[in-house]
Structure formats: C-alpha cells, structure tokens
C-alpha cells in the first residue's frame, strides 16, 4: 500500500527522468533498448578490457568477473532489463566467461534473487547459447 506522498515522490522520479533522458538526447524519451542489441551485440576482447576491466584500475577485477557480477546484479535484480543482460552475458562471453560459468552465477543468484528471477535470466542466457552454437555452425 503506497501513500500520496510517496506517489507523489514516485511521479517527480519518473518526470525527472523523462527531463533528463529529454536534455541528454530527445530521441532517448522513446528508445527502444532491443534495437540496442543489433547496433552492438558484442564489444571487442580488448575494448571490454579497457572498459570493463584492468585500465581504470590495473590492480582491480578483470573483465571477464567485472562482467559475470553484473550478470549477477542484473539476476538477482529480476532479469527485468533483459536487453542489458543479453548484451552483458555475450560480453562476458567475449570476455572469456564460459557458458557453465555464465550460468553458475545466474544459478547462484537465485538464492538471493528468487527462483523465478534465476529461471528468467537463465532462460536468457540459454537463447544466447544457443544463438553462439548455430553462429558457429553457419560458420
């Protein structure tokens, strides 16, 4: 059960978003987060290193386990935004996660996220599995 105050909070959120969206890139208020997976399905090795992984802090997380703890984070949140755990599982991949360790982390999580939230992502990843095998196969 939710107060006026707190809709009220909860709409100012969501307006100052939108303005923000609108200020950053008018085009971002209707984006449509699915087309973002066409336009860039995977980094290069190197360029997932450089952002994800030991440039901004050499003495920190590579980029593969950067990427299999969003892949965690994303799960445990609820698989809700499924075009970003699509991408950042075929990062990870590219990053040198394995199909076991990708799902291993999403098993995991459904500890702490709930089994519907860890049946969903891995319900993702295994499209993404598979979409890799027949890639390979066309090969």
């Known amino acids: ?13 969501l307006q ?6 609108r200020a950053f890139n008018p085009a971002l ?8 997976e066409k336009m860039f399905p995977t980094m ?4 997932l290193e450089m ?6 802090n050499r ?5 593969k386990t950067r990427l299999l703890v969003t892949i965690a984070a994303m799960t445990v949140q609820g698989a809700h935004a499924e075009p970003q755990l699509r991408m950042t599982i075929r990062h990870a991949i590219e990053a040198g996660a ?9 098993y995991q999580m459904g500890m702490f ?19 890799q095998e027949q890639g390979e196969q066309s090969e």
């Open 1 to 13: 059960m939710s107060s006026d105050p707190f809709q009220k909070l909860f709409q100012q959120m």
């Open 59 to 63: 003495d920190g997380l590579d980029a």
């Open 44 to 47: 290069p090795a190197d360029m």
């Open 29 to 36: 208020e209707s984006v449509d987060t699915k087309a973002f």
């Open 16 to 21: 100052s978003g939108q303005e923000m969206a």
């Open 98 to 106: 394995t199909p076991r360790e990708v799902a291993e982390v999403i």
């Open 113 to 131: 996220g709930g089994i519907p939230a860890m049946q969903k992502a891995l319900e993702i990843a295994q499209s993404i599995f598979k979409e």
């Open 51 to 56: 952002w994800f992984g030991r440039t901004f």
